[in-house]
């Protein structure tokens, strides 16, 4: 499935698609509408999604993800590759070498979870101006 396959898909298409889910992650408290705005949270913040983009392609060590993800901070990266693991879509391993090597790749779980980021990357890329273009108009009616 491509990435437009993706986008024609009728959860895609179809803002009303999100009320037939089972659980409502909007307006319901249960436990199990925690855990999905929990979750979408982790996986919706900027660097957690270009983890996940540079991981699609393959294992990468530490200094490589930081040269491919610009205005990311050591700590930041540090961060997002702990929270990631801990969340079952990224795995590290470490390999006995002098010195040490150390790897992160996407597990099965966060390369189903590619699929949905590049979709959101292509929509970014592809509305990026049309976004620029609203916010400089609300600036200016602003001033």
Same mark, same amino acid.
């Given at each position: ?8 898909? #009728?959860? @895609? ?5 999100? *009320?037939?889910? #089972? ?7 249960? %436990?199990? @509408?925690?855990?999905? !705005?929990?979750? +979408? ?14 991981? =699609?392609?393959?294992?990468? $060590?530490?200094? &490589?993800?930081?040269? %491919?993800?610009?205005?990311? *901070?050591?700590?930041?990266?540090? &961060?997002?590759? $702990?929270?990631?693991?801990? /969340?079952?879509?990224? %795995?590290?391993?470490?390999? #006995?070498?002098?010195?040490? !090597? ?10 189903? +979870? ?12 592809? =509305?990026? @101006?049309?976004?620029? /273009?609203? $916010?400089?108009?609300? /600036?200016?009616?602003?001033?």
């Amino acid at each position: 499935m491509t990435i437009t396959d993706a986008a024609a898909t #009728p959860l @895609a298409a179809d803002p009303d698609a999100c *009320s037939a889910a #089972p659980i409502d992650p909007c307006g319901s408290e249960s %436990s199990e @509408a925690r855990v999905i !705005r929990d979750v +979408l949270s982790r996986v919706g913040d900027k660097w957690s999604l270009l983890v996940i983009r540079m991981l =699609h392609n393959g294992p990468l $060590r530490f200094t &490589q993800l930081q040269r %491919s993800i610009d205005g990311i *901070s050591h700590r930041m990266l540090t &961060q997002t590759l $702990r929270n990631l693991e801990r /969340d079952g879509l990224v %795995s590290r391993t470490s390999y #006995p070498e002098i010195p040490p !090597r150390v790897e992160y790749a996407a597990t099965d779980l966060g390369r189903s +979870l590619a699929l949905p980021v590049l979709g959101l990357v292509e929509w970014a890329s592809t =509305h990026h @101006a049309s976004i620029t /273009d609203s $916010r400089d108009a609300f /600036d200016a009616a602003r001033d």
